[in-house]
């Protein structure tokens, strides 16, 4: 190994690090992951011998300082996520962190604060920016295609895709449930394509209906996000959920625009993926996450028209082909050579958001965020 090469360093051996981070770092050129470490020494192992990497560990502590690297992916439960990112970060590391950055906001702000003292870079998992329609519907925005952008619709819905193979479904390793696993992705790049106005009062719901039984029906993982399958041999036990598999809010925002979100682990719905629906003075936007659809909804001279971009295949050709983009992208930030994309007040917008859903939920009246 050169010098030059960057030194990479993954933390949690499971679905998101074996399927996404460690493929997507090994493809970039000058990377090497010198050592990966899971609290269950046996998926570290495996996962090293998986990829061919030479550092096995099951302490933070000991591979940050044995290794020294630069570079840490955090890819464990975000109730682990404060801990481990700032031990990242003082041993002088640059972090790229899975969502949720962490499972409260005061968490996230002192993960930032570390970082600014560190003097390193944090990048903040939000994959769904980095799809290629995604990235695409920002320049439209960016473009003043929409306009002045009032109100959004954002649904992330699943009929039977509670993630089975993890902790997902465990509050205290967790944080949260669907709001904490699809509900922090649609609610940051809706935010994100708006232009990350303050989220300034809340009104949510949350429910607990399906997860609780172990109903035994027939599902893939697939359906879960997990496409190759999950780390975890263990079978579901319902009696241990104890987080929501449906949530849904009303947010009103500091320009006075608002936004409908609806995300679901499991209801009784027709198959459907929901999607995101942005309202503009001068055009809208639509996106169905389900079979990629991406349309600008505007008028030309007298006509009403759907502008649908070609938008070019994903390199690589995988379900996770976004992590690729945040690793180059995370790469360039190191370098000097942009900005990270993910920034902080964007993540405490939306992790504040989601405690004042909880909040709501559990008055049952509005919550103002201050
Ligand atoms: N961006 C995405 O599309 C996406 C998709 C799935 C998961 N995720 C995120 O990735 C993270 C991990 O999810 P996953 O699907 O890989 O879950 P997983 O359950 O498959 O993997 C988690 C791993 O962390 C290990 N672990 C648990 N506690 C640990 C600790 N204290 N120290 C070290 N290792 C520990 C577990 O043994 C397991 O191997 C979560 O934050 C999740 O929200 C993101």
Not at 125 to 138: E, H, L, P, V
């Amino acid at each position: 190994m050169s010098d030059s090469k960057l030194k990479v360093a993954v933390v949690g051996c499971g679905m998101i690090a074996n399927s996404a981070h460690i493929p997507a770092w090994q493809t970039q050129k000058d990377v090497e992951i010198t050592g990966v470490m899971d609290a269950m020494r046996d998926r570290a192992e495996s996962t090293a011998c998986k990829h061919g990497i030479a550092g096995v560990y099951d302490d933070v502590d000991r591979m940050l300082k044995e290794l020294s690297p630069d570079v840490v992916s955090i890819c464990t439960p975000a109730g682990f996520h404060k801990d481990q990112v700032i031990a990242a970060l003082r041993s002088g590391a640059h972090v790229f962190c899975e969502k949720p950055l962490t499972i409260s906001s005061v968490d996230a702000e002192e993960i930032f604060r570390v970082a600014e003292e560190s003097k390193r870079q944090i990048l903040v998992g939000q994959s769904m920016r980095f799809y290629n329609q995604i990235s695409a519907a920002k320049e439209f925005v960016t473009d003043g295609q929409l306009g002045d952008m009032y109100c959004a619709d954002v649904a992330r819905l699943r009929r039977r895709g509670i993630p089975t193979y993890g902790t997902f479904h465990i509050k205290e390793l967790s944080g949260g449930g669907v709001l904490y696993d699809l509900g922090v992705h649609m609610l940051d790049t809706v935010l994100w394509l708006m232009g990350n106005p303050r989220v300034v009062a809340v009104s949510g719901t949350t429910y607990a209906k399906i997860g609780t039984r172990n109903e035994g029906l027939i599902t893939s993982s697939k359906e879960s996000g997990a496409f190759a399958g999950g780390a975890s041999n263990k079978s579901y036990d319902g009696n241990k959920f104890d987080v929501e598999d449906f949530a849904a809010a009303f947010l009103r925002l500091e320009n006075g625009a608002t936004i409908n979100l609806k995300v679901c682990w499991a209801a009784n719905i027709p198959d459907s993926a929901g999607g995101i629906m942005i309202m503009g003075t001068e055009g809208g936007l639509s996106f169905d996450p389900r079979v990629l659809d991406l349309r600008l909804i505007r008028n030309m001279g007298r006509y009403q028209v759907d502008v649908t971009p070609k938008i070019m295949p994903p390199e690589p050709d995988h379900p996770f082909y976004a992590h690729w983009n945040e690793v180059a992208h995370f790469i360039r930030v190191i370098k000097g050579e942009e900005e990270v994309c993910v920034k902080k007040e964007e993540v405490l917008n939306v992790i504040r958001s989601l405690e004042a859903i909880y909040r709501s939920a559990e008055e049952g009246c509005e919550v103002r965020i201050s």
